[in-house]
T-cell receptor
Framework: DTEVTQTPKHLVMGMTNKKSLKCEQHMGHRAMYWYKQKAKKPPELMFVYSYEKLSINESVPSRFSPECPNSSLLNLHLHALQPEDSALYLC??????????????FGQGTRLTVV | SQQGEEDPQALSIQEGENATMNCSYKTSINNLQWYRQNSGRGLVHLILIRSNEREKHSGRLRVTLDTSKKSSSLLITASRAADTASYFCATDPFSGANSKLTFGKGITLSVRP
């Protein structure tokens, strides 16, 4: 199974809502990532988890709150977002450096619209 | 921040022709990877080349790496309409314990049937 599954595929939320994005993989990868991608732009790294611990936070606003409950799951909790946060949110996983080839496997993304 | 810079930014070719895309980067790398993204969907890993390698092949893909020039090229031979997509190079720097892919701006490839 080389899939990374993201839910939901589409999400529309108001600026006062609280919602969560979910990501799941069963490849035994111990590194998981959240990326944000605006239209016609490259993905931008938000967070990296390694062995279920947050190892990189790319100065992301606190209205985005990541969580890694176990080695297969990664969540991104959203609260009080702004319209400019509308984007494609991509989850990815990989083996930890030194333990594998290094390529990342991406989910299909959640298309988020903040109204 | 973006490290890779692909060129050209857009490429339109006829089916059956070869497509060559270039990527330049700024800092030292552990490896360089190429990904494909179909419109609005997730990225698919194509090929990875390590900093001590100069060339790799995978099917119709050929990637080269010149660390002295900090550049890489991706060649897709005998292109097909299904190759129409955005292509990104991504670099993995030496720093840190974790892989931290940084993507270039991307190249939009259109293959005309």
């Amino acid at each position: 199974d080389t899939e990374v599954t993201q839910t939901p595929k589409h999400l529309v939320m108001g600026m006062t809502n609280k919602k969560s994005l979910k990501c799941e993989q069963h490849m035994g990868h111990r590194a998981m990532y959240w990326y944000k991608q605006k239209a016609k732009k490259p993905p931008e790294l938000m967070f990296v988890y390694s062995y279920e611990k947050l190892s990189i936070n790319e100065s992301v606003p606190s209205r985005f709150s990541p969580e890694c409950p176990n080695s297969s799951l990664l969540n991104l909790h959203l609260h009080a977002l702004q319209p400019e946060d509308s984007a494609l949110y991509l989850c990815a996983s990989s083996q930890v450096r030194g333990q594998g080839r290094g390529e990342a496997f991406f989910g299909q993304g959640t298309r988020l619209t903040v109204v | 921040s973006q490290q890779g810079e692909e060129d050209p930014q857009a490429l339109s070719i006829q089916e059956g022709e070869n497509a060559t895309m270039n990527c330049s980067y700024k800092t030292s790398i552990n490896n360089l990877q190429w990904y494909r993204q179909n419109s609005g969907r997730g990225l698919v890993h194509l090929i990875l080349i390590r900093s001590n390698e100069r060339e790799k092949h995978s099917g119709r893909l050929r990637v080269t790496l010149d660390t002295s020039k900090k550049s890489s090229s991706l060649l897709i031979t005998a292109s097909r309409a299904a190759d129409t997509a955005s292509y990104f190079c991504a670099t993995d720097p030496f720093s840190g314990a974790n892989s931290k892919l940084t993507f270039g701006k991307g190249i939009t490839l259109s293959v005309r049937p």
